[in-house]
């Protein structure tokens, strides 16, 4: 397990393997209006985490055994890692968290400690 502090700009994180294509999402202009700030394609997940400008998000990277808070996690799914990793990154490319995967497929869950701007962001892999 590993812990980090980033101030994150554009309030985003992306979960992907790092050296996999991923073409990130583009947030919905609605997004202030969204139950949980989370978009999910196959290959990458893109969490929404503190504004920079109000301090930094702790993000908490490791196996859901290790990192599973108690509660349910806002995210549940399937991500693609074909170079078995996984990563979390800034939109604009700075590695915060990574760490090796043994599948070319790793179920992925995401526990947030608020809907919408979190300080707190946990991935845990499998």
């Known amino acids: 397990m590993r ?3 980033y101030a994150a700009p554009n309030c985003q994180i992306v979960v992907s393997d790092p ?11 609605n997004s202030v209006n969204m139950p949980v700030r989370l978009i999910w394609t196959d290959t ?3 969490v929404g985490c503190l504004m920079d400008a109000d301090g930094e ?4 990277l490791g196996e859901i055994h290790e990192v599973d808070p108690g509660h349910p996690p806002v995210f549940q799914g399937k991500l693609k ?4 990793k996984v990563s979390l990154e800034t939109v604009h490319g700075h590695t915060v968290l990574q760490t090796p ?9 995401v526990w947030t400690n608020h809907y919408s ?10």
């Open 81 to 84: 890692t074909p170079t078995r």
């Open 101 to 109: 995967v043994p599948r070319l497929e790793t179920t992925i869950r």
């Open 3 to 5: 812990t980090a502090k």
């Open 19 to 29: 050296d996999a294509k991923v073409e990130v999402p583009q947030w919905p202009v």
């Open 117 to 126: 701007e979190p300080d707190k962001v946990i991935v845990g892999v499998e």
């Open 44 to 46: 990458c997940i893109l």
């Open 57 to 60: 998000t702790e993000f908490t």
